[in-house]
């Protein structure tokens, strides 16, 4: 039985399609980042390159900043702090992919109660780490 009382699902605007379109012909991570600094996806890479090499804490500031551009995307999008964030729909993913480099940068560090809240708040938005990982 669906919640009756559960808000809309939040679908963010499209402002990671530079994003995506300079990262597919070959631009620097960080350059599209400086070019389109409000993008979660630009930032999500960013975190997911450092975690890959073995730099958490660059990792851990790229994600964060990623999240909170992605946190004030959803609430200029009508989000209230509760409720669906669709794995689905494309211009969600770059917020959700900082959530995930967050937390795992976070356990990283030895945050593990961070860690444990970017988990339960990925679940929160309907989906879970191994679906937005896949979307590496």
């Known amino acids: 039985m669906d919640d009756l009382l559960a808000p809309e699902p939040t679908h963010l605007p499209d402002v ?7 990262l597919e012909s070959g631009v620097r991570a ?10 979660s996806l630009a930032w999500a890479v960013l975190a997911e390159g450092a975690l890959a090499t073995d730099e958490p804490v660059a990792a851990y500031a790229y994600a964060r900043t990623g999240y909170h551009r992605g946190l004030d995307a959803l609430r200029r999008a009508g989000w209230r702090g509760r409720g669906a964030v ?5 211009p969600n993913q770059g917020f959700l992919r900082a959530l995930l480099a967050l937390a795992e940068a976070a356990a990283a560090i ?3 109660d961070e860690a444990e809240r970017c988990r339960t708040f990925l679940v929160d938005c309907g989906t879970s780490a191994d679906e937005v990982a896949a979307l590496r």
């Not at 990671?16 to 300079?22: K, L, P």
Request: avoid cysteine; glycine fraction near 16%; aromatic fraction near 0%.
């Open 16 to 22: 990671d399609a530079r994003v995506r379109g300079d």
């Open 110 to 112: 030895g945050e593990d």
């Open 30 to 39: 960080d350059e599209a980042a400086a070019r389109t600094p409000t993008s």
């Open 86 to 90: 669709p794995v689905g729909h494309g």
